[in-house]
């Protein structure tokens, strides 16, 4: 049996763990299945429990962007566990990595650090909620921002502008200060905004989708948004816990030249250590405890293992004038000859992508919005993902996320993908 140590320790860890894994999408529910076990990682390839190898393309869901124990960000590590693990005190290293970033962000002049995206995204609401006076926000229905209680939230019914619970545990008055919008839909943004005047905090969103799959904004689209919160007063927050670091150092908003007034970060910025960031002017960051009322703190923030590592995969992409290029031209050729492969098979398919992000639809239709994404085959996605780790591919197990290509992938496992998806039958 090809899983047989990841069934056995599957069945073990549901005793002692909810559902036997420590995040949802990690228990194969949407797909199906054992999910594997992995035992360790190197560049490309992650090997599991069973000593079975993998090529990986979620790559930790983004942040082994330079592949898995990149030798210099493993340097790195081992040279600060000899230093001190934590220390609760501040650090130069936090002040290297703060100038790094914004030095080479856009739009940005100050940074605080946080342990995860979802810490992020939490603080950077609470923050736009204290800087401007107001209550609500505006999200987008298939986007993801971590799991406060002011995100999970789905759109209301009928005339209702306000939103949902969208899990036991969130209450109603919560709710009613999220309004859910369509993504890709401006109009409908509008509307909310019209009914909510001198109410809306801030608009969040990820400015390339990548929890709903690959899907990315229409030309004009964030432009508009722009332009709705700064007529309305509020904060445009860009979730770039994703994008920021992969799509270019300065994520959407270099990518695209849209400004946005915070940005959060996580992923990629902590080379696969637990961080998250949030970023913006001088004027917006002054509100944050100590200097202003806003309160957020961090008994690991910061922690020094976590900035190492974080500072030495962004200095590894910084001296690489190629590195966002050379990515988006692997993940490109990639997508372009799955296509063909789907093509000679008469497979229905839309590959969305940007840069080296990008999600597999099996559908005839283009993929713009959750409704859209929701609509296309997932149980052909299901049977194309038990197919491809069979063969030693690893992809995201749902039709819903995307898939992450590191810098390790090389024209070697480009091939044996394509191999393998050649031998799939739908
Ligand atoms: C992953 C993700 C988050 C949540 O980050 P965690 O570190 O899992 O809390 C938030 N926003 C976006 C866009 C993400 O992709």
Redesign the pocket.
């Known amino acids: 049996m090809l899983y047989q140590r990841s069934s056995a320790l599957f069945d073990e860890a549901k005793k002692y763990i909810p559902g036997g894994v420590n995040s949802p999408v990690r228990a194969f529910k949407s797909v199906g299945g054992v999910p594997v076990f992995m035992n360790s990682a190197k560049g490309a390839y992650l090997t599991d429990e069973d000593q079975r190898t993998y090529i990986d393309y979620i790559n930790s869901?983004g942040p082994a962007i330079l592949g898995h124990t990149h030798p210099e960000v493993l340097a790195a590590i081992q040279d600060q566990a000899q230093k001190g693990f934590s220390f609760g005190t501040p650090t130069h290293l936090e002040t290297q990595i703060a100038k790094l970033i914004v030095d080479n962000v856009p739009n940005i002049d100050q940074v605080r650090m946080v342990s995860?995206?979802?810490?992020a995204?939490m603080s950077a609401i609470r923050l736009a909620r204290g800087v401007t006076n107001r209550d609500k926000l505006i999200k987008f229905e298939g986007?993801?921002?971590?799991?406060s209680d002011s995100f999970l939230i789905k759109a209301g019914s009928g005339a209702a502008t306000f939103g949902n619970p969208n899990s036991p545990g969130v209450t109603p008055g919560t709710a009613k200060d999220t309004l859910v919008a369509r993504y890709n839909d401006l109009e409908h943004v509008k509307s909310l905004f019209e009914a909510n005047t001198q109410a809306i905090a801030a608009v969040i969103i990820?400015p390339i989708a990548?929890?709903m799959g690959c899907v990315l904004p229409e030309p004009g689209f964030l432009q508009g948004l722009r332009a709705l919160c700064d007529q309305f007063g509020a904060l445009l927050i860009f979730?770039e816990?994703?994008t920021g670091f992969r799509l270019a150092f300065g994520g959407a908003q270099e990518l695209l030249g849209v400004k946005a007034d915070l940005v959060?970060f996580?992923?990629v910025i902590g080379g696969g250590m637990p961080v998250?960031a949030f970023a913006g002017s001088k004027a917006i960051m002054d509100h944050l405890a100590p200097n202003g009322a806003v309160y957020q703190a961090g008994t690991l923030s910061g922690n020094p293992l976590a900035m190492r590592a974080g500072l030495v995969t962004l200095g590894v992409i910084l001296n690489d004038t190629e590195f966002y290029s050379r990515l988006s031209s692997t993940t490109e050729t990639l997508a372009r000859e799955i296509s063909s492969v789907f093509n000679e098979k008469g497979i229905s398919h839309v590959i969305n992508r940007q840069g080296s992000m990008m999600s597999v639809f099996f559908d005839s239709e283009e993929v713009k919005d959750f409704d859209q994404a929701a609509k296309a085959n997932h149980a052909v996605f299901n049977e194309f993902f038990h197919h491809m780790l069979s063969e030693g591919i690893y992809l995201p197990p749902s039709g819903y996320e995307t898939w992450f290509i590191s810098a390790a992938i090389q024209q070697r496992e480009l091939d044996r993908t394509l191999e393998a998806v050649s031998r799939f039958k739908s």
């Open positions: 869901w995860s995206g979802t810490e995204c986007c993801y921002h971590g799991h990820e990548g929890n979730d816990v994703m959060t996580g992923k998250g």
